[in-house]
């Protein structure tokens, strides 16, 4: 396994993070203990550092069994933990993006990770009642007691993100170093304003629900009727997905995967995981086969052609400003007709090989 900046900052972190949200059985559909472990070491013996865990992941089970399972080598990985979910129903500041809910959550969190430190703190959900003043503040506190190394921001709005970083960059705070998105080929509208604003600020990209809820592992496509519910997931977020354009989406991935000689999966991971060098993919697994299968992606690239033939069945519209911005009529308005004799380090429209 390779590794990569974690954006701005110096942390090397590899090229799959690996996520924890199955480690632990209370939400109904994840691993025992054992099998947890299995997964763990697996990722570990790959040369992956970069766990991804939370306080909520199976009420504290998922953090309490990274913490045991890193305990050896605590400084070898990089954990990542989050705040923002409520982990005391009917208490109001049990959750959310103040101050006394960040605090708590940390010790909380330091507690079950058995650890003093986390090396990178994310903000889970944007919580539209907390100012960002409160928030960066509140986590710039944190790095300079020692307790947080990093920090990133996750299932939040791009102008929410550029405010708080232009906010900590005026007043010497700690700045978010990292987004997590949901992305996936059947996921792309955070390409009309989260990932133009990543690249702009140069921060690291961390994408979950990389094969789109299960569509593109196949198991809905080819099923006699796509729309019925096998298990918790396919009656979840997985159930609103199944529309004809993912289904197509997941027969394209089928036909490449098919003539690499590699699963859908794995097609599905790497597409994701090749769209910049920013782009961290969170796999997770079930069992030590799926992980298996997992981090095999590795040993299938895809190429430009294969690229280009997922981004043809899967593309959006990124609507308006950037469709409009980017016609060339509109462009020569702004330069008149100069633009193409501008060399330019910064693209005429960023849609150009967006992301990558």
Not at 23 to 40: H, I, L, N, Q, Y
């Amino acid at each position: 396994m390779n590794y990569k900046l974690f954006g701005p900052s110096g942390l090397r972190v590899s090229e799959l993070s690996l996520g924890t949200l199955t480690f632990g059985e209370e939400m109904g559909w994840g691993a025992d203990k054992a099998e947890s472990r299995r997964v763990f070491d697996l990722y570990a013996e790959a040369g992956g550092n970069f766990l991804d865990t939370a306080n909520k992941y199976n009420e504290g089970t998922s953090e309490a069994w990274t913490g045991e399972f890193i305990a050896r080598e605590r400084d070898r990985f990089v954990v990542a933990t989050k705040f923002s979910l409520n982990m005391r129903a009917g208490d109001p500041n049990a959750g959310g993006n103040h101050r006394k809910g960040i605090v708590q959550s940390l010790e909380a969190s330091l507690k079950r990770l058995k650890t003093d430190y986390v090396d990178l703190y994310w903000l889970h959900q944007w919580d539209f009642t907390t100012r960002v003043e409160e928030v960066m503040r509140a986590l710039d506190d944190l790095v300079r007691a020692g307790k947080v190394l990093y920090l990133g921001i996750s299932d939040a709005p791009a102008w929410i993100v550029a405010q708080s970083n232009t906010l900590a960059e005026l007043r010497g705070w700690s700045a978010f170093a990292g987004i997590q998105i949901d992305y996936s080929l059947i996921e792309r509208t955070s390409e009309r304003e989260l990932l133009p604003m990543a690249k702009a600020f140069g921060l690291a990209v961390t994408l979950w629900g990389v094969v789109g809820q299960g569509i593109l592992t196949g198991k809905f496509h080819r099923a006699a009727d796509p729309n019925a519910p096998a298990d918790t997931l396919r009656a979840g977020m997985a159930a609103r997905r199944i529309t004809e354009r993912n289904l197509a989406i997941a027969h394209r991935v089928e036909e490449i995967a098919k003539e690499k000689g590699c699963t859908m999966t794995q097609v599905a991971i790497n597409w994701a995981r090749q769209q910049g060098q920013q782009m961290i993919p969170i796999v997770g697994a079930r069992t030590r086969a799926q992980a298996k299968e997992n981090f095999g992606c590795l040993a299938y690239p895809l190429s430009e052609s294969e690229l280009a033939r997922l981004d043809a069945a899967s593309r959006i519209e990124l609507g308006f400003p950037h469709d409009f911005l980017a016609m060339p009529r509109i462009i020569s308005q702004r330069f008149g007709g100069t633009e193409n004799a501008l060399e330019n380090q910064r693209p005429l429209s960023h849609l150009t090989h967006l992301p990558r």
